[in-house]
């Protein structure tokens, strides 16, 4: 009996000192404002999709600004104050969306946050940031509804949160610019439209009938496809016996592709014009031989022409990033350069040093940021809307995306 | 003016796919009283069967020679993989619940679209399938595509084989016999877990056939092809009368027909032009296995098995 | 059934321990392997402070090592209860040598998952500290000891499972008498509250390696208490006090936003209220799956129609009907245009016959976010502004009670997400109550006799068409009072959201998931199964690229080895045992097939 008093004893001894000791407090290391030293971290906070089929554009996302808070450190951007980066997976689903935003918003070291990717996401988190004041830069959404409330069609237009922002072109210039491009450049006025029913591609061929039409251009027939099908037989049908002279696609290359593959291989060699969804190599890879002639619109001026644009391609490369940046990369290292520059105004407003409530005065200083980004020049009018609305047209050559035309949308 | 003719070749053609992929359905359905579920699954891994064979065969490789290595192909993956899950995840269930192999069929299902997903090479996007060469062909204004010929001469083939098969050899009537009483068909000597593999793998089959007439159709394959198509043809068994071989093959014509038809001339309906496009089709097929479970459950051509359950 | 309590022939005499060595010195080395896991927590494991948790400092733990401190106490705790220490003996009535073991392998899994971790994410083993390695010895040698130990429980043979039955498993216990009422009462008192700390603990883990390591000891204490026999006990406590149990479960459950009051408290409210919305909807459909035994593959659907009815009359802007009636209006109008969508879909299925049915709600399921998609104007009439979904719907305001902002009790401020939270529970304690209520009352054992056989129900003068389409109208009626709350919480509605296996839930697919792996029929097991499945995707998020895979073959798996789910149905778990006296192992009566046939 006696040892086993003994083990007893040892054993609540030993755990009673252990749990004592245990009272100490670690000390929190990890970076949140208002530090007494000489440096002070934020947070930019990155929400896109970092797995699943979409991957690829958000690991883009989140590569190209963790691009831009590394040079705006080592540039010593913003004097006193370091930016670090926290990017969340969002699955590109609503309401993991609704989670991270809640969790940008506790981190108290967030300043601002890049994403999301899809106009859905982006539903659930704008009220959740804006509640918080806390500045969110879309460089995907295209939806108008999102900056210009639901009843931008009907003129009405209605700013819903102040908060948020993006440096993506709207459906309502990317739409109108194809029409113009195919009314007054192609020369052709009897259109098919087509859209795949999610939200880019039905907002797409919105716009772009209403422009098309105002010129004097007719809609010789309308169809709506399943995103993810496969047979477009009674489409290409319908497209056939429209008579029409090209076809405007409102949606991404996975349903274009098979589409205007479908359309050729049934012998009605009409264009088909697209957004910046088709906009892609796998389009012409998918369609093949079938896929020259067509068309798509895409937001910003080609690379190539802007200086901006070929340093950062530069930098990302030289960054050792494994993936590519993708089609949001320079829009995303946009919007977090515009949340660094609107931190550097509210640092020199404050003389030298970031406010106790710097969310608030972030999103103030938002509207006033102006600089010259990777897709040009980047500021924000009364909506939170790019100002810039440069679009390019690229159309397929000899299997390859060409440029074909660059321009100012006006109207 | 919406150039009838052609719709309805088109949505032959379609219905002929489902068809090949609801004999699968309904030879196991008839037999085993399963859905399962994973049965357009493996029609997907037929395709992706045939395309890795045409990747090995190098890029010079005739069409000609290559269309039958294909075929093998995609028949061989598909009926290996379709035993295998009989064997691994159905055989031991046989005697539980019905709710455990359908959940199961469910896990299945999803287990083999991710797998294709996750590990075939950059299966994450569509991959271009190759395309037969010659035509089109113009028909009495009709447009034929030469993937159209191999879909039908596909889809006649297999039925009668399937037909001769069924009706004609000693494993044919083994199966009949199981279908219609398993434990009698176990007392008369006739190995009913071997029936069982033969009618998973024969269904399989046709889903690799349908599999490769799909790529050759449409030029590009899918991981998750098989989640919606399944569905259909598994309507189409519906539609046919399930455990009917024949009914599979027509009810796939009808649900073609359908899906093709209502796209276009729901419209000239007056007041349901809006409900007349590609992306009510599939709602339309929809309709049509609820309107026929309440006027003709045992389907078109009457169920083989009705008696059952 | 106490009947079949006598031990089976097949279960031979305990065998003898893995590692001969005298049974005091087993103690000795496992009681020395214990405490020093323990006590290794309070050293540094890894230079860097890179790791998340920062394990760098001496003195205390931080974030993995607390959980294998309380690993390591566990062990000590059952080694001292199977050493016979006074006061602790009636700790593990089931046997206290088996649970030993469970606990030092899960002590050891965590800590040496901790110390993998820290050489895969910082490059090698050099980055492991003394102290790291202390732990990593010491708690293999609480294993070794743990091994040594004599044997109790249950040997039954013939199982392919192999080493997970060295424990053995737990004999049969009588049920014990009952003890004084106020002990009871604490005991019931004790678990909610523990209930609550662990899994408010679990939500609020911030990275993925710990909430791994919870999980994972988490897991084997789970395991542990079974085999002790703690469950057993406690469930009979419970059974006893039901009325408190469930009231105290409700009340613990509505301290949960009360207990977060970090930074990350609003996070932590979002994720519980979402967590809610999933296990309230997949109780819904344990209703159906579960009770009846119908297979719905669309469930999310109706969960959407609830969702979009509350939308539409919620006054959000751009809608179709430009109306706001108030949120008990709506949530009933909600529940019901769902239980109708459920009759129209059930009553010419079901009454063909019950396979159809989940071919039918696949194709409803997909259909629906399809006519959804198209109901927006231009490809049909507009009423759910198609895949733009309906945005912007107002916060509730229930009697002045604004639910989106902040509100302060006390020390406490409760936020937004929170407000929504304690809404939901009342919803769920509303589902849990009908669920409780129907599987008790005549519909329920119809419904169980429909699923058992449903020939011989029918014989018994059971209308099976009737029962089983209002099993599966009351099914679709509270997914949809789900989702009238689901569209407020989000503030919006896309179509995207109701796919049948998509990333995050709920989704069809994961619904079913929570059920089959909480336990069909049950109140408990898809709350559980629910938790578990949605706090397993939230928090691991680096698995996310093989979720469904593994979701894929989890179902397979559980559906081969554990059909009844991780908390069985106490009716069905009697009727495996009588078909395992028949020799049978799992899954319900051979004779179910025949008689269909």
Known sequence: ?411 | MHELPQNLVNGLLLGATYGLIAVGYTIVYGIVQLINFAHGEIFMTGAFGALSVYLGLGSGTSMWIAIPLMLIGAIVTSTVIAVLTERLAYRPLRNAPRLAPLITAIGVSITLQQLVWGFYPSAKSPRVFPSLPGGPFHIGGVLIQSADIFVVVAAVISTLFLAYFVRSTRTGRAMQATAQDPDTAKLMGINTDRVIVIAFALGAGFAGIAGVAWGLRYGEIKFDMGFLTGLYAFTAAVLGGIGNIYGAMLGGLVLGLVQNLTAIYIADIPGMSQFSSQSWSSVWAFVILILVLMVRPQGLLGERVADRA | ?597
Not at chain 1, 68 to 93: C, I, Q, S
Not at chain 3, 186 to 206: K, P, Q, R
Not at chain 3, 555 to 583: A, D, K
């Open chain 3, 1 to 597: 059934m106490t009947d079949t309590l006598q031990i089976r022939p097949e279960a031979a005499a305990a065998p003898k321990p893995a590692i001969p060595l005298p049974t005091a010195a087993a103690r000795a080395v496992t009681a020395a392997g214990a405490v020093l896991t323990a006590a290794a927590a309070f050293l540094s494991w890894t230079y860097s402070s890179q790791f998340p948790g920062d394990l760098t400092v001496t003195g205390y733990p931080g974030g993995l090592q607390w959980i294998t401190f309380t690993g390591g106490l566990l062990t000590l705790l059952y080694l001292l209860v199977g050493y016979g220490t006074p006061g602790l003996r009636g700790l593990a009535p089931g046997g206290a040598e088996g649970t030993t073991v469970i606990l030092a392998v899960g002590a050891a899994a965590t800590t040496w998952f901790t110390l993998i971790a820290i050489s895969v994410e910082l490059g090698g083993l050099a980055n492991l500290t003394t102290g790291g390695w202390i732990a990593g010895i010491a708690s293999l040698l609480a294993v070794v000891g743990a091994l040594g130990l004599p044997r109790d429980g249950q040997h039954p043979r013939g199982h392919g499972l192999g080493v997970l039955l060295y424990p053995g498993k737990r004999p049969d216990l009588r049920p014990a008498r009952p003890l004084h009422a106020a002990v009871e009462v604490v005991a019931v008192l004790l678990t909610l509250a523990a209930a609550l700390g662990v899994f408010a603990y679990g939500v609020d883990t911030s990275y993925p390696e710990l909430f791994a390591g919870f999980l994972i000891l988490a897991g084997f204490a789970a395991w542990a208490l079974n085999r002790s026999g703690d469950f057993g006990r406690l469930g009979e406590i419970m059974q006893r006090h039901r009325v408190l149990a469930s009231v105290g479960a409700f009340v613990a459950a509505g301290l949960f936003p009360f207990t977060q009051t970090s930074s990350n408290a609003e996070a932590n409210a979002n994720l519980g209220v979402s967590i809610l919305i999933f296990a309230a909807t997949a109780l819904g459909l344990n209703i159906v799956v579960g009770l009846a035994g119908l297979l719905d593959l669309g469930y999310v659907a109706f969960l959407g129609v609830g969702a979009y009815t509350a939308a539409l009359v919620s006054g959000a802007a751009g809608t179709a009907f430009n109306v706001q009636i108030p949120f008990w209006a709506a949530a009933l109008l909600g529940a019901a245009v769902s239980g109708i969508f459920g009759v129209l879909l059930g009553a010419p299925t079901l009454r063909v016959r019950g396979d159809y049915l989940a071919i039918v709600t696949l194709g409803f399921g997909e259909i629906f976010r399809i006519v959804v998609q198209n109901l927006d104007g231009t490809s049909g009439p507009n009423v759910t502004n198609g895949a733009i979904g309906i945005s912007n719907v107002p916060d509730l305001n229930i009697f002045g009670f604004d639910f989106g902002s902040a509100h302060d009790f006390g020390p406490f401020s409760i936020g937004r997400f929170a407000n929504y939270f304690e809404l939901m529970l009342l919803f769920t304690a509303i589902i849990v109550l009908v669920f409780a209520r129907s599987a008790d009352s005549r519909i329920g054992r119809a419904w169980v006799a429909i699923r058992e056989d449903e020939t011989a129900a029918t014989a018994m003068g059971i209308n099976g068409f009737r029962f089983k389409l209002l099993a599966f109208a009351l099914g679709a009626t509270l997914a949809g009072l789900a989702g009238t709350v689901f569209v407020h919480v989000n503030y919006s509605i896309v179509p995207d959201t109701f796919q049948f296996a998509g990333p995050t839930p709920p989704n069809s697919a994961f619904l079913l998931a929570a059920v089959v792996i909480g336990g069909m029929g049950t109140v408990s097991g898809p709350l559980v199964g629910a938790s578990l499945f949605f706090l397993l995707q939230a928090k691991l998020s680096f698995l996310h690229d093989y979720q469904l895979l593994l979701f894929g073959i989890t179902l397979i798996l559980f559906m081969r080895f554990r059909p009844e789910g991780i908390i069985p149905n106490r009716r069905r778990q009697l009727e495996f045992h009588e078909s395992q006296t028949e020799g049978g192992q799992e899954g319900p009566t051979p004779e179910l097939r025949t008689a269909e046939a």
């Open chain 1, 1 to 411: 009996m006696r040892n086993r008093s003994l083990l007893v004893l040892t054993a609540i001894a030993a755990t009673g000192t252990l749990t004592l000791t245990a009272c100490g407090s670690r000390a929190s290391n990890s970076g949140s404002g208002g530090s007494g030293s000489g440096s002070t971290t934020v947070t930019i906070g990155v929400d896109a999709p970092l797995t699943g089929s979409l991957s690829a554009l958000g690991i883009g996302i989140q590569n190209s600004v963790d691009l831009a808070v590394k040079t705006a450190n080592k540039t010593n951007e913003v004097p006193g104050v370091t930016f670090k980066m926290e990017a969340l997976d969002d699955k590109a689903a609503p309401q993991q969306g609704s989670l991270n935003a809640t969790q940008l918003v506790g981190d108290s070291s967030v300043i601002g946050v890049v994403g999301p990717l899809n106009s859905g996401v982006a539903l659930t988190m704008q009220k959740t940031f804006n509640n918080a004041n806390l500045v969110e830069v879309s460089p995907a959404n295209t939806n108008p509804a999102l900056t210009q409330g639901p009843n931008w069609q009907t003129g009405t237009k209605a700013r819903p949160f102040a908060s948020y922002f993006r440096t993506a072109t709207t459906d309502a210039i990317q739409g109108p610019f194809a029409a113009q491009f195919a009314y007054s450049t192609l020369g052709k006025k009897k259109v098919f439209l087509v859209d795949n029913k999610d939200a880019y591609g039905v907002g797409l061929v919105g716009t772009f009938k209403d422009e098309f039409t105002k010129l004097g251009g007719t809609v010789a027939g309308q169809d709506h496809v399943t995103s993810g099908a496969s047979d477009f037989s009674s489409t290409v049908n319908a497209i056939k016996s429209s008579g029409a002279d090209f076809v405007y696609f409102g949606g991404e290359y996975p349903d274009a592709a098979p589409l205007t593959k479908q359309l050729k291989a049934a012998g009605d060699n009409i264009s088909v014009i697209g957004g910046d969804g088709n906009y892609d190599p796998t389009y012409v890879k998918l369609a093949g031989t079938a896929a020259n002639g067509d068309y798509a619109t895409s937001v910003g001026a080609p690379v190539e022409s802007l200086p901006s644009a070929q340093t950062f391609v530069t930098n990302y490369k030289a960054g050792g990033y494994s993936q590519a940046y993708g089609a949001y990369g320079g829009y995303s290292y946009d919007s977090a350069w515009a949340i660094i520059e609107a931190v550097k105004a509210v640092v020199s407003a404050n003389s030298g040093k970031l406010p106790s409530n710097p969310r608030q005065a972030v999103e103030k200083a938002m509207s006033n940021v102006n600089f010259s980004g990777v897709t040009g020049t980047v500021s924000f009018d009364q909506y939170g809307d790019a100002t810039n609305k440069q679009l390019t047209v690229y159309g397929v050559k000899n299997g390859v995306w060409t440029t074909i035309k660059t321009g100012t949308f006006s109207g």
